[in-house]
Each structure stands twice: as structure tokens, then as C-alpha cells.
């Protein structure tokens, strides 16, 4: 079969995207301005910057060439803010933001300064875009220029850990999206979550190790490696627990301990197994209305030993919203001494599912309302782990079912 003809516009998007490649090639991994530069001719702008998201989402900060770094700037009231939460193109009569997404994990702005926007081409763009963030993507891992950026505070020795044991904060298939957030952002200790899509799966996990800073993130770090280990190695959840127990008693001891959920999703049939590792209990949301905790009996948490007291399941019905969770969301208190608690939490989660927001853009406003909730400082950390399940489409079946 012949190949379909190049339009024009193709023509221009795999000049471009060479010519991108190219300069990529020839470029230093700190020269991530550059390759904006480069992007800014490729797509006939008149100047270009890149507005990087902090660690908590809360900020944004123009990428700069060279330092010093440039003030931070809250979301809120701002264009590059409207299409960062929002997640779509933003124009105004000569300036276009773009959303810089990775998967479906945000990770900042890109403003186009150009003379008539009327003339903007969307897709062209918007591809450029794309690769122009693949491409930042790759560059990053080699230099600190864009994680100096994104701080808009002090980072702890401790979060700077914990932060590198992270999978991206936002992921997606077709049957699944799957949304992260750690608070406080730039001092997190013990908390800590991970999840992977496999063929035909989803793995995850959310921990909360005891103690606070530098002791609890080893323990924490360890628990996460550990799990990957076994799921890597293609060994069930069963196998997991008693690993990672064995792990903190042998190496922490003295009643050191992690608690955690550690659960696994048939994509196909949206069955939801997990264990319960003395921690709390996940949050239901069906067709719109909170469902109460997913119950599962609790096993000992991670380092005291003992057997799996139960494996659960739950079947997930297209829609459903699953959220895992730590203590310091629950807990966290007023300045007049009232919890943020279950029922504020659910509450919150059944409005965001209702406003149809999305997942990532779910938890990053639940974790600002908790901060707003508290005022000044959290007094715990506080995680979530959303779990939205899209189900499966069948060809017998054009509704599709979970």
C-alpha cells in the first residue's frame, strides 16, 4: 500500500522536527535555553521563554540562561497560570502559552511572543511543542539547570532524596490515570509513593515511614526499592510485603516501622488487589458519589513482622476514583484546632470528580487546600496517590465496560 502524500504542513513539521534533533545533538545538556531558541525560529515567534513549575505546582519561574534565577510567581491571576491548570493553549492578540506536558505529567509554560496570533498554527505548534519538551526531558537528567528552577523554596537534604526516588507525578494509558503530590513539598520525610504501567497493569504503592527528615526517608527509599524489586522480578504483592518487612527489621530495627498500601490493578477487568500495611484506608468515589474506604483487615505495618492478614479486592467500574493516602492530609490542623479530616477530604474529592477536573489538577488543589487549611506549615506529611479507572473498551460492546 502506498504511503499517504505529504501535506505542506508535514513537510514543514519534519523539517522542523529534524532541525530540532540536530541542534539537540550539537547541544550541552545545560543549554536548555537553547534548544527554546532554536523552537522560538522553528516556529516563527519573536521571542520565547519556558515557565517552569515548582515542586508543589504552586509557582511557576521563567527559565533563564544564566543566573541569577528569577522570582517565582503563584499560578493564580496570571495567563501562564490559566493554561498550566487548565491544561489548554491560552491566546491573547500577541502572546500564546502552550502547556508543557510529558505524558500527563505538567511540567510548565512555554509563552510565544508573535505578532498576530490570528495566524497562530495550532497543530504545528503544538507538535514542536511536544517534541520541544521530549527533548528537555532527555537534556535534564544531565545537569541542574531546570531542577535549580524549579525550586521556589529551600529544599531539604531530605526531600532532595525523597524527590529522586519519584516516578513522574502524573501517568497515563488508555484504561488508567494515575496522579501523585507530596506536601510539604521542599521538606517531605517519610512519605513517599510509586506506581508503574505495565501490559495489562498497574502497580502502586504509597508508604508513610515513621519519624521525620533523613532516618525516615532511608526507610522510606528502601521500602519503595525494595517493592520495585519484587514487582521487577515479576513476584505478586504477597511477596512484596514480606520482602520490604524483612528489609526494615534487619536494617532499621528497634521498632522502626513503614505503613503502606500496596496494590495492583487488572486493566482489563479493573479488579483492584492490594494489602493493607497498617495504614489508612483508600477512598472510593462511584458515579459521582463518595462510596465510603475500600476495607481490607490490616496487616503489621513494614518492620514488625507478621503474616498477610488479608489480600483484597474490589472491582472498578469505569469512572471510578480510587484515593490512596497518608495521615497528613486527615490531620492536618487549623490555627483554631480543627482537622482537616475524612469527611472535608471526600467531600472535596466528590466536587473535583463532579467539576469533572482532572486528575493531576484534583490533587494539586486538594493539596493547596489543605495548606490553606493549615496556614502556616503542615504538621505532618501529607501524600495522595489518584487512581482514576477508564475501563476497557470491547468491540461487542460500544459503551464499553469495566
Do not use: K
Amino acid at each position: 500500500m502506498a504511503a499517504p502524500a505529504q501535506t505542506p504542513d508535514d513537510e514543514l513539521l519534519g523539517r522542523s522536527v529534524r532541525a530540532l534533533l540536530a541542534a539537540r545533538r550539537h547541544s550541552g545538556p545545560d543549554d536548555i535555553c537553547g534548544m527554546v531558541e532554536v523552537a522560538r525560529v522553528l516556529m516563527g515567534a519573536d521571542r520565547a521563554q519556558v515557565h517552569v513549575a515548582d515542586y508543589a505546582l504552586n509557582c511557576l519561574r521563567v527559565l533563564r540562561p544564566n543566573a541569577p534565577l528569577g522570582e517565582p510567581y503563584v499560578l493564580e491571576g496570571t495567563m501562564a497560570g490559566r493554561a498550566f491548570t487548565s491544561g489548554e493553549v491560552v491566546v491573547t492578540d500577541t502572546t500564546v502559552w502552550v502547556p508543557m506536558v510529558d505524558g500527563r505529567e505538567r511540567i510548565g509554560v512555554l509563552e510565544l511572543e508573535v505578532l498576530d496570533t490570528s495566524n497562530f498554527a495550532t497543530t504545528l505548534h503544538a507538535d514542536l511543542s511536544a517534541v520541544l519538551v521530549l527533548l528537555i526531558i532527555s537534556m535534564r537528567r544531565y545537569t541542574d539547570v531546570w531542577l535549580r528552577t524549579r525550586r521556589a523554596l529551600t529544599m531539604s537534604a531530605a526531600a532532595e532524596a525523597q524527590w529522586d526516588l519519584l516516578p513522574p507525578l502524573a501517568s497515563a494509558s488508555p484504561e488508567v490515570v494515575v496522579s501523585g503530590i507530596l506536601e510539604p513539598a521542599y521538606e517531605i520525610g517519610g512519605d513517599s509513593f510509586d506506581c508503574a504501567i505495565n501490559p495489562g497493569q498497574l502497580d502502586l504503592a504509597i508508604v508513610d515511614a515513621i519519624g521525620h527528615g533523613m532516618s525516615a526517608v532511608l526507610m522510606s527509599t528502601a521500602v519503595i526499592n525494595s517493592l520495585r524489586n519484587t514487582r521487577r522480578e515479576h513476584s505478586g504483592l504477597v511477596d512484596g510485603y514480606r520482602q520490604a518487612d524483612e528489609l526494615v527489621a534487619r536494617h532499621f530495627g528497634n521498632s522502626n516501622y513503614v505503613t503502606g498500601q500496596l496494590a495492583s490493578l487488572d486493566l482489563a477487568t479493573g479488579v483492584l488487589t492490594w494489602i493493607n500495611a497498617g495504614h489508612l484506608l483508600p477512598l472510593l468515589v462511584r458515579n459521582g458519589t463518595y462510596a465510603g474506604e475500600l476495607q481490607c483487615r490490616p496487616s503489621m505495618p513494614m518492620g514488625l513482622g507478621g503474616p498477610v492478614v488479608q489480600v483484597a479486592q474490589e472491582t472498578l467500574q469505569r469512572g471510578d476514583r480510587v484515593l490512596f493516602h497518608t495521615d497528613g492530609i486527615t490531620e492536618s490542623v487549623s490555627p483554631d484546632g480543627s482537622r482537616f479530616g475524612l469527611e472535608r477530604l471526600a467531600d472535596f474529592l466528590v466536587r473535583a470528580t463532579l467539576d469533572e477536573l482532572p486528575g493531576a489538577e484534583t490533587v494539586r488543589r486538594l493539596s493547596a487546600a489543605v495548606g490553606a487549611h493549615v496556614g502556616t506549615g503542615l504538621n505532618d506529611d501529607a501524600t495522595m496517590l489518584l487512581v482514576e479507572y477508564l475501563g476497557v473498551d470491547h468491540p461487542d460492546d460500544p459503551a464499553g465496560h469495566a
